[in-house]
């Protein structure tokens, strides 16, 4: 999960409290080195918090899944069809998946 700050008129998102807390820290850190005066004037904790400060949860999609076909294709292995059906059932999976977000390998 990462944190950003809300688009403007956004009023439906989870706050991100910690990264507030930093980014109004780093806010009043910059305005105290550039001498904006007294850092205690101008209000309580959430003062100034809803303006540039305030951060949003953004939270990230699953990534795809990761399928590896192991085939055993010694000579022990009779047959020779198992790997073209290993293939097949890769490619049969490729092509299933809707997103393609996924990756499948096939190792021999």
Same mark, same amino acid.
Request: without cysteine; proline residues 4%.
């Given at each position: 999960?990462?944190?950003?700050?809300?688009?403007?008129?956004?009023?439906?998102?989870?706050?991100? =409290?910690?990264?507030?807390?930093?980014?109004?820290?780093?806010?009043?850190?910059?305005?105290?080195?550039?001498?904006?005066?007294? &850092?205690?004037?101008?209000?309580? =904790?959430?003062?100034?918090?809803?303006?540039?400060?305030?951060?949003?949860? +953004?939270?990230?999609? &699953?990534?795809?899944?990761?399928? +590896?076909?192991? =085939?055993?294709?010694?000579?022990?292995?009779?047959?020779?069809?198992?790997?073209?059906?290993?293939?097949?059932?890769? =490619?049969?999976?490729?092509?299933?998946?809707?997103?393609?977000?996924?990756?499948?390998?096939?190792?021999?």
């Amino acid at each position: 999960m990462r944190a950003a700050p809300p688009a403007e008129g956004e009023d439906d998102f989870e706050i991100a =409290v910690d990264a507030t807390l930093r980014a109004r820290a780093l806010e009043r850190a910059g305005r105290r080195g550039a001498g904006g005066g007294d &850092p205690r004037a101008g209000g309580g =904790v959430g003062a100034g918090a809803a303006g540039g400060a305030l951060r949003k949860k +953004v939270r990230r999609k &699953p990534g795809g899944r990761l399928v +590896v076909f192991l =085939v055993d294709a010694s000579e022990s292995m009779a047959g020779r069809y198992q790997l073209a059906a290993a293939r097949e059932a890769a =490619v049969g999976l490729l092509r299933s998946d809707k997103t393609g977000h996924d990756r499948v390998a096939m190792v021999s």
